[in-house]
């Protein structure tokens, strides 16, 4: 069965400094991975994803993540915090291999980005 | 372009009553997943359909069943409502490729007093 767990419940950065939210997954054959923002009242909104090929992926508002095999992870980046980016975040993994066509979603990490 | 769009926005039932949540997925898209979020949790996958189809589901009771129409469009029913069933009700389209991500409308708040 895939599973996500995104360890931090919380994460709190200075803007201007660089942000981590970390993810790991399990699944049985290949990953595919996403990450997720959800501002309050609103529904998801996707950022970035993993499919194949290089492990660095880029997506919207100069996010990005790294896809580590051996680690099971795909922790997303941000080489500078904007208060703006203080919002909710999903990571979720898609296990296509196995003929399953859900995504599995984290429990979620709070950012907050302190001005 | 109009994205995913739900009906209505917010919702009052009492326990037992039977409620139909209502998705437009975004134009383009034959796929539509429904998720269940409770408070201070991340989505629960519900089920998806395709081709008028449940595809898969996830873990919940035949309570929870759906419905998707010949223009993509989908609800989802439930009945017997419990109090455990309050949450925020999210509907995600996408097109039928794995690779898609999910579009997710704004949901529906739905409390059952």
């Known amino acids: 069965a895939q599973s996500v767990a995104q360890p931090e419940d919380q994460v709190n950065v200075a803007e201007g400094n660089p942000l981590t939210v970390k993810c790991t997954y399990s699944?049985?054959?290949?990953?595919?991975l996403f990450w997720y923002v959800q501002y309050p009242n609103r529904g998801l909104q996707f950022l970035l994803k993993?499919?194949?090929?290089?492990?660095l992926v880029k997506g919207s508002y100069g996010f990005e993540a790294e896809f580590n095999k051996s680690q099971t992870s795909f922790h997303l980046k941000k080489p500078s915090a904007l208060v703006s980016d203080s919002a909710l975040y999903f990571c979720?993994?898609?296990?296509?291999?196995?003929?399953?066509?859900?995504?599995?979603f984290g429990a979620g990490t709070r950012l907050f980005v302190k001005a | 372009d109009a994205g995913v769009t739900q009906s209505p926005t917010h919702l009052i039932k009492t326990r037992g009553q039977q409620v139909t949540l209502r998705c437009s997925p975004k134009?383009?898209?034959?796929?539509v997943s429904w998720y269940q979020q409770a408070l201070g949790q991340g989505p629960q996958f519900i089920f998806q359909?395709?081709?008028?189809?449940?595809?898969q589901r996830g873990n919940f009771p035949d309570r929870f069943s759906g419905h998707q129409f010949p223009n993509y469009s989908s609800e989802l029913n439930v009945n017997a409502l419990l109090l455990g069933d309050s949450a925020l009700y999210l509907c995600?389209?996408?097109?039928?490729?794995?690779?898609?991500?999910?579009?997710f409308g704004n949901g529906t708040r739905l409390t059952v007093t």
């Open positions: 993993y499919i194949t090929g290089d492990n």
């Open positions: 134009s383009g898209h034959d796929t």
């Open positions: 699944v049985s054959g290949n990953p595919y």
């Open positions: 359909y395709y081709e008028e189809e449940e595809r």
């Open positions: 995600a389209s996408s097109p039928s490729y794995p690779n898609s991500p999910l579009h």
């Open positions: 979720a993994v898609r296990d296509v291999s196995t003929g399953g066509f859900k995504t599995i």
